[in-house]
C-alpha cells in the first residue's frame, strides 16, 4: 500500500513540474515556511475514542505562479503530538499515552485577490497524511484532501507575511498505526483498522520570499 501511495505522490509531483515549472525563469515563485497550532481531534473506534492532543505544528509551502493570482502550491506540515484510548465504558481506565507525528505532504490549487498589498486567498489540495507513532514501527499512510483561506500581506515586492486557516480530512484506509483494546484491561498497540478518521484543523502564519517575476 505505501508503494502504491509512493508512485502516486510522485505522478503528482510530476504533474506539478509539468504545469508550473515549465520554464522556471518565466515564473513567480513562493517560498513559505510557517508555524501554528493544529486542532487534532479524536478517532471513533468500536469501544470508545482515540482522542489526540491539540499541538504546534510547522512546515513549508512552495508555490508557482501560473497568472499573478493563481498558484499550484507544494507543502508540507508536521505535528508531534500524544494521545490516549478513552472507552466508551465509564467503568474502564483510559489507556496508555502514545506519542505520534502526523505528516500531511500536499499539492493543491492558490485563488488570490489582488487588493494591493492585502490579498486575501484560498486553496484546495490533495495528497496524503502520515501517521507515525513514536513508540511502534508501524507507519500508516492515508489519501487526504484539504481546503483554507488567508491572506498575504506584502511589506515589500520580495517579503511578506502570510496567515491561514485549513480544514484536512483523511480518508478511509486500514488504520492510523495505532491501537487500544479492552481485555482484562485496557492495552494499546501498534494497529488501528476504523473507517472512521479525524477532521482536523490547523492556524498557521510565516514569512513569504517571493522569487522571479512579479
Known amino acids: 500500500m505505501k508503494s502504491k501511495n509512493s508512485r502516486f505522490f510522485i505522478v503528482m509531483i510530476l504533474v506539478l513540474v509539468t504545469l508550473g515549472i515549465q520554464d522556471l525563469s518565466a515564473q513567480t515563485l513562493e517560498i513559505n515556511g510557517f508555524y501554528g497550532w493544529q486542532l487534532n481531534g479524536k478517532v471513533k473506534l468500536y ?7 491539540s499541538a504546534p505544528n510547522y512546515g513549508g509551502k512552495l508555490a ?19 494521545g490516549y484510548f478513552a472507552p466508551y465504558n465509564v467503568s474502564t ?30 486553496t484546495l489540495g490533495m495528497g496524503f497524511a502520515i501517521w507515525a507513532p513514536k513508540d511502534y514501527s508501524s507507519t500508516k499512510w492515508q489519501f487526504q484532501f484539504s481546503f483554507g483561506a488567508g491572506v498575504k500581506i506584502w511589506l515589500s515586492e520580495r517579503i511578506g507575511l502570510r496567515v491561514q486557516g485549513s480544514m484536512m480530512m483523511p480518508l478511509v484506509v486500514n488504520g492510523l498505526g495505532f491501537g487500544c483494546g479492552i481485555g482484562s484491561g485496557v ?28
Open 47 to 53: 469501544d470508545g475514542e482515540f482522542r489526540m492532543q
Open 64 to 82: 508557482v505562479g501560473l497568472s499573478t493570482t493563481t498558484f499550484i502550491e507544494l507543502s508540507y506540515m508536521r505535528s508531534d503530538s500524544e
Open 93 to 122: 481506565e483510559p489507556g496508555e499515552t502514545i506519542q505520534y507525528n502526523s505528516n500531511y505532504i500536499t499539492v493543491g490549487a492558490l485563488q488570490e485577490v489582488d487588493v494591493g498589498k492585502i490579498r486575501p486567498f484560498g
Open 187 to 214: 492495552s494499546c498497540g501498534g494497529a488501528v483498522y476504523t473507517r472512521i478518521t479525524p477532521f482536523q484543523g490547523e492556524f498557521s502564519g510565516g514569512i513569504i520570499l517571493k522569487l522571479g517575476n512579479n
